[in-house]
């Protein structure tokens, strides 16, 4: 039987715990690539192989996962995706006021990795005969800034703008892997909390995060996940490149 193989960044928590743990209730082969693993449970029918892998440092895992990939048997997967969800947020301030190495890691994290794990990715499936997603997990803010966010707004903007970019490259060849960057709606996560827990007189908008979670206006994890793969699962998938859940 031929399973769906998916590459699912940031899968130990948060929504990509939820994301892994609904692939393989749906019989997936997938590959999780987190600092931690998930303590996750395999139906009989799916396959989970989970690297603890420092997204930090994104080259030698960039080039472990086109090693793994060209070493798959390339008509052995029904379909083939890769899902960048990893992402980490420099502590809620200006710009001016967080240091350089908390503003690095989220840069390299959220936008360093995605670029090499994704050209890894097309590099080493470009000959594969089958359907090729790519799925970027992007955010409100990529497209609307806001104060004391400056690189989680860069970050997610500059995915979206990947994506653009991809999606135009894939368009002349011949199997082209069909891409979308998403904004998954506001989430109960470990990312919320973060941000609600932030110092108000150096994060202005803490209080309008502190009353989303008040007023019951998160999705959990497990919802938010369903909407992400249905997205995913839409036959038109990457007719509209940067897409938001809510309006889907
Ligand atoms: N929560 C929201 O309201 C919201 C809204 C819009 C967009 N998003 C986006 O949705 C995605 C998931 O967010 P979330 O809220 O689930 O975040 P989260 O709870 O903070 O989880 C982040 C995930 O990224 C992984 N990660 C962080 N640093 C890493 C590193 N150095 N190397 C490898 N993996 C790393 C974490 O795993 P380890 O700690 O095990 O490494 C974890 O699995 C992110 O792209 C986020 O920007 C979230």
Avoid at 53 to 62: E, F, K, R, T, Y
Wanted: glycine share 6%; proline share 6%; hydrophobic share 50%.
């Amino acid at each position: 039987m031929h399973m769906h193989l998916t590459i699912l960044t940031g899968a130990s928590r948060g929504l990509g715990a939820a994301l892994a743990e609904q692939l393989l209730k749906s019989g997936q082969q997938l590959l999780t690539l987190s600092r931690h693993t998930a303590d996750l449970w395999v139906v009989q029918g799916s396959d989970l192989e989970q690297w603890t892998v420092d997204l930090v440092d994104a080259a030698p895992v960039a080039a472990r996962l086109e090693a793994w990939l060209t070493q798959q048997h390339p008509h052995q997967p029904a379909t083939v995706t890769l899902i960048n969800n990893a992402a980490a947020l420099s502590d809620p301030a200006p710009l001016h006021d967080t240091d350089s190495a908390n503003l690095a890691r989220a840069l390299r994290v959220g936008l360093e990795a995605p670029v090499l794990l994704s050209a890894a990715f097309l590099r080493a499936t470009a000959h594969w005969q089958v359907p090729r997603r790519l799925l970027f997990i992007s955010s409100g803010l990529g497209r609307r800034a806001m104060a004391g966010s400056a690189s989680y707004c860069a970050v997610k903007a500059g995915m979206d703008h990947l994506a653009r970019a991809i999606a135009l490259e894939q368009a002349a060849l011949p199997n082209p892997a069909r891409v979308a960057s998403l904004a998954p709606g506001v989430i109960d996560t470990d990312m919320q909390q973060q941000l609600r827990g932030a110092d108000p007189a150096r994060f202005p908008e803490q209080a309008r995060f502190a009353a989303l979670k008040t007023a019951g206006l998160l999705d959990s994890p497990a919802d938010a996940a369903a909407k992400v793969l249905a997205f995913l699962a839409r036959p038109d998938f990457g007719q509209n490149v940067t897409a938001d859940v809510r309006d889907a």
